[in-house]
């Protein structure tokens, strides 16, 4: 018949009679132990003596476990995980926090126009508006975004770099077409005034 009995760790465990005295090791914390006799009210397993090495400390299987990181989702690039992997936990939320993610996060993504190559470094916003300063060589690649967690591919023509340069485009354009118009009105005004003066020379008197 099993018997209830605790681990030095507080975890409750069963045990058959016949096993009492015997050595056994917790399947929770990896405690070992003697398993007490079914008559200890108490319930509480003593640990054996241990053998330790004076010049090796002492390490309980208890203390220091540590959990694997989780694995960025499959939409992420790796440039995005890379750089979550360096991120204060989601709980740790401030000012200073969103700095460092955003740091840390510095260039994940970027994106160029077809056959254009650059070095500089682009501003690309996230779908939710933050603006992420990007290298060149993450054009369309899955990252996200280290504020809002949205995951997204940056293209170049979504940059500031580019709305900017469509804007000096379209004021050059802009400008030529003025200076056309601009010339053409010097060119016909010159016309009529030459057609005036031409009247007035060869007017009959």
């Given at each position: 018949?099993?018997?209830?009995?605790?681990?030095p760790?507080g975890?409750?465990l069963?045990?058959?009679?016949?096993?009492?005295?015997q050595?056994?090791?917790?399947?929770?914390?990896?405690?070992?132990m003697?398993i007490?006799?079914?008559?200890?009210?108490?319930?509480?397993?003593?640990?054996?003596?241990?053998?330790?090495?004076?010049?090796?400390?002492?390490h309980?299987?208890?203390?220091?476990a540590?959990s694997?990181l989780?694995?960025?989702p499959?939409?992420?690039?790796?440039?995005?995980?890379?750089g979550?992997?360096?991120?204060?936990?989601?709980?740790?939320?401030?000012?200073?926090?969103?700095?460092g993610?955003?740091?840390?996060?510095?260039?994940?993504?970027?994106?160029?126009?077809?056959g254009?190559?650059?070095?500089?470094?682009?501003?690309?916003?996230?779908?939710?508006?933050h603006?992420l300063?990007?290298?060149?060589?993450m054009l369309?690649?899955p990252v996200?975004?280290?504020i809002?967690?949205?995951?997204?591919?940056?293209?170049?023509?979504?940059?500031q770099?580019?709305r900017?340069k469509?804007?000096?485009?379209?004021?050059r354009?802009?400008?030529?077409?003025?200076?056309?118009?601009?010339?053409?009105?010097i060119?016909?005004?010159?016309?009529?005034?030459?057609?005036?003066?031409?009247l007035?020379?060869?007017?009959?008197?």
């Open positions: 018949m099993p018997f209830p009995f605790f681990c760790q975890h409750i069963e045990a058959e009679i016949d096993q009492a005295g050595a056994a090791a917790c399947p929770f914390c990896g405690t070992e003697l007490p006799p079914p008559g200890n009210r108490k319930w509480q397993a003593e640990s054996p003596p241990r053998v330790t090495d004076p010049s090796q400390p002492y309980d299987p208890a203390i220091g540590t694997s989780e694995i960025a499959d939409g992420v690039g790796e440039g995005a995980a890379a979550i992997s360096g991120l204060a936990s989601t709980g740790e939320t401030g000012p200073e926090v969103l700095a993610e955003q740091s840390a996060f510095a260039g994940i993504a970027t994106g160029l126009s077809i254009e190559t650059t070095d500089e470094v682009l501003h690309i916003p996230c779908p939710h508006g603006v300063e990007t290298p060149p060589d369309g690649m996200m975004c280290p809002c967690r949205t995951t997204f591919e940056p293209q170049y023509e979504l940059s770099e580019y900017q469509r804007e000096e485009m379209a004021a354009a802009s400008e030529r077409a003025a200076r056309f118009w601009l010339n053409l009105a060119g016909a005004a010159i016309l009529v005034l030459g057609g005036l003066i031409m007035i020379v060869f007017a009959p008197r």
